[in-house]
């Protein structure tokens, strides 16, 4: 008995230290991980937004679509064409980091860029980003980060293909099917075989299915295996091969929106996420993009079809063009041409007008459906409104009290 006692008491005691570790060991992986995954983070997004209208309309785009997608997902988000602040004390402040058209070219940003990978910071970079026909000017990051080499070919003109998911594992493809829909984008080909470089996982890629890609004979692909989102296993980084609206350069319209896909919007939430350190499926905000009707079946249009801050916001005969197709968002905006529907000077009075303005998040850009399809400002309590219940072209939109009536009804895409 005296015996057993002893070996009995040794296997409680051992039981007890066993238990006290799981406990420690709890306290210091379990909250830390669930504090990780509630805590809000930061992106900072990098570009230009100088060279060729179809980049500069992803920038736009870009710059309105993500900061209101991040309130969903659980980030803020902010853009600067200050390629300076690619240095080791802003980088502290940010978990992701974006670049949406271009990549940065003195030694010092490069520099800190790559000494905040390697300290597990994240990446998320889009088309142009990769871009060069000289990998000699940052070796690591085209041959070694993005596994590139130097550009090889595009396909012409931009278009919307289907995507084959290769990495169903991953965190950023979760949820979604073996096959999803792009957005239109110009299509980049590599000299680099990112299939035969081990440190490259590929996310998703071109479906066989969905060849030719391209509407110029001389610039379609006809037949090939061709990446198009992909990380590097050493990092916490994505790169993503889309970012080029289809554009008319006549008139310097957008005719296609690279957010126009919800599978694909979802793929770049958690891809993002991801980056983050973070993980889990995330749902995309609901996007409708096409036109706004409004009385006498006339169309919400940016007058001139112009992108200066300040633009008119009127009726007009509906053309179909960029100047008429609105995004409409989940968290409440309507954007074209990458600008937000916006209250001039932050208004709240009858008569306020209506203009287009760089989205900035705040109040006066901000649009519920109301009663009687009406769309209601609440920073002014006041519904958008066509002056004077007309209907001929050139009719201003402004805030006014709502009473139900024709000229405050907007049917909007579905």
């Known amino acids: ?76 988000y902010t853009a600067t064409t200050d390629w300076g602040r690619l240095n080791a004390s802003d980088l502290a402040s940010y978990q992701v980091v974006m670049f949406l058209d271009d990549y940065p070219h003195t030694a010092s940003q490069q520099q800190a860029f790559q000494a905040y990978m390697a300290g597990g910071g994240g990446f998320v970079g889009f088309h142009v980003s990769a871009f060069n026909d000289d990998t000699s000017d940052w070796p690591w990051y085209h041959n070694t980060f993005l596994g590139t080499g130097t550009f090889k070919s595009n396909t012409w003109g931009p278009t919307s293909e289907t995507l084959r998911i290769e990495d169903a594992s991953h965190a950023a493809t979760a949820g979604l099917p073996a096959t999803i829909t792009s957005s239109v984008s110009e299509w980049y080909s590599w000299s680099s075989d990112l299939r035969s470089n081990p440190a490259i996982d590929i996310l998703a890629s071109m479906d066989q299915s ?48 690279t957010f126009a896909s919800a599978q694909q919007n979802q793929l770049l939430l958690q891809e993002i996420k991801w980056a983050a350190g973070q993980a889990g499926p995330v749902t995309p905000p609901h996007t409708a993009t096409g036109a706004i009707r409004g009385i006498g079946g006339t169309c919400v249009d940016v007058a001139g079809g112009t992108t200066a801050n300040g633009t008119a916001v009127q009726l007009y005969d509906c053309n179909g063009t960029g100047a008429q197709t609105w995004t409409v968002t989940g968290s409440g905006t309507l954007t074209a041409f990458g600008k937000c529907m916006d209250v001039m000077a932050a208004g709240t009075a009858n008569g306020t007008k209506v203009q287009l303005y760089d989205c900035n998040g705040t109040g006066s850009q901000i649009w519920q459906p109301g009663a009687n399809g009406a769309l209601v400002n609440p920073q002014s309590g006041k519904c958008l409104d066509a002056t004077g219940q007309s209907s001929v072209n050139g009719t201003r939109l402004q805030i006014w009290s709502c009473t139900g009536a024709a000229n405050q009804y907007w049917a909007l895409p579905s």
Do not use: C
Not at 16 to 42: D, N, S
Not at 225 to 245: A, D, K, L
């Open 1 to 76: 008995m005296t015996g057993f006692s002893a070996h009995t008491g040794s296997a409680r005691t051992v039981s007890k230290l066993l238990a006290l570790l799981i406990v420690v060991a709890g306290l210091l992986v379990g909250p830390a991980y669930r504090a990780q995954a509630a805590t809000p983070f930061k992106v900072l997004a990098f570009y230009d937004g100088t060279y060729d209208a179809a980049h500069i309309s992803f920038d736009h785009e870009a710059n309105a679509w993500f900061p209101q997608a991040g309130t969903q997902a659980g980030f803020t």
């Open 210 to 257: 969905t060849f030719p890609i391209g509407t110029d004979p001389d610039q379609t692909w006809y037949s090939g295996s061709y990446p198009i989102v992909w990380t590097n296993r050493n990092y916490r980084m994505v790169y993503n091969n889309f970012g080029h609206n289809a554009m008319d350069y006549a008139t310097n319209t957008a005719l296609s929106s």
